[in-house]
């Protein structure tokens, strides 16, 4: 695995039609899946604002799988997505989950499939309305 990813430019262009389409389309899913983020450098993080976004188009899905993310920060406070009910993560390199996820008291599916985990915080138990967790697929972490 390379110290420092890239972010090619398809998958740029695919970021930037897919913030286009979480703006203007009426469907409530927001999906920046495959547009290798990474949050090696600021730039590739979570793109900011997402979750101000989710929140302001009440957006029920975020869909953000196959990237490179080893953490949430960069789109907001996490806050702002307490209304969400679908949050897909999986295929990416995250090792742990902040401590706040449990304020996403609507999210009914949480999807961390093949993703660096080796533990997830108390606050998960605050998910009151999680019908689906899904952490199979743990990849080690690389020491």
Not at 43 to 63: A, D
Not at 73 to 84: I, S, T
Not at 101 to 106: A, D, F, S, Y
Request: aromatic residues 6%; contains cysteine.
């Amino acid at each position: 695995m390379p110290l420092f990813r890239k972010q090619s430019h398809s998958a740029k262009k695919r970021l930037q039609h897919q913030q286009y389409l979480a703006k203007e389309s009426p469907e409530k899913t927001y999906d920046i899946s495959d547009c290798e983020l990474t949050d090696n450098v600021v730039y590739f993080q979570i793109p900011s604002g997402t979750y101000s976004v989710c929140k302001v188009l009440q957006k029920e899905t975020l869909i953000a799988h196959t990237n490179w993310l080893s953490s949430l920060k960069g789109g907001g406070e996490l806050k702002d997505l307490r209304f969400l009910r679908i949050l897909d993560l999986h295929n990416n390199e995250l090792a742990s989950l902040p401590d706040d996820i449990g304020e996403l008291k609507c999210l009914q599916v949480l999807n961390l499939d093949n993703n660096k985990l080796k533990t997830l915080p108390s606050s998960i138990c605050c998910l009151t309305a999680l019908q689906t967790l899904n952490v199979r697929g743990r990849r080690a972490l690389l020491v």
